[in-house]
């Protein structure tokens, strides 16, 4: 069984930044692809990051590329999404999820198996 724990989230004024991290218990963390879906009020769950089980094969969806970076430490189970220049749409409760494969391309949901309990990031105008 895998557990994904995300920390980091809270309120920031725009224009501001914050780190996420996603911790993972198991042995079969650097074997997958990790990913980072928001969902805020009212709005589906949305793609926001993916990254290779070696860090390499990132994408991010159009609305956070340039701001966004994800990363991963495979010696530590974790992975992280760095948030700078924060904007007030970019309010959602943030999950990482575990996907089925080493790497991804689509940012699918439906490719990923295993999710946190999500973080709230709340960005204030």
């Known amino acids: 069984q895998v557990q994904l724990v995300e920390s980091g989230g809270g309120l920031v004024q725009a224009g501001g930044s914050l780190r996420l991290s996603c911790a993972a218990s198991g042995r079969t963390f650097s074997s997958y692809a990790m990913g980072w879906f928001r969902q805020a009020p009212g709005k589906e769950r949305e793609f926001v990051a993916t990254i290779g089980w070696n860090g390499r094969n990132i994408y991010y969806a159009d609305s956070v590329k340039g701001r966004f970076t994800i990363s991963r430490d495979n010696a530590k189970n974790t992975v992280y999404l760095q948030m700078n220049s924060l904007k007030p749409e970019d309010t959602a409760v943030y999950y990482c999820?575990?996907?089925?494969?080493?790497?991804?391309?689509?940012?699918?949901?439906?490719?990923?198996?295993?999710w946190g309990q999500g973080t709230q990031v709340t960005v204030s105008s």
């Open positions: 999820a575990r996907s089925r494969m080493a790497w991804d391309t689509l940012g699918q949901a439906d490719k990923y198996d295993y």
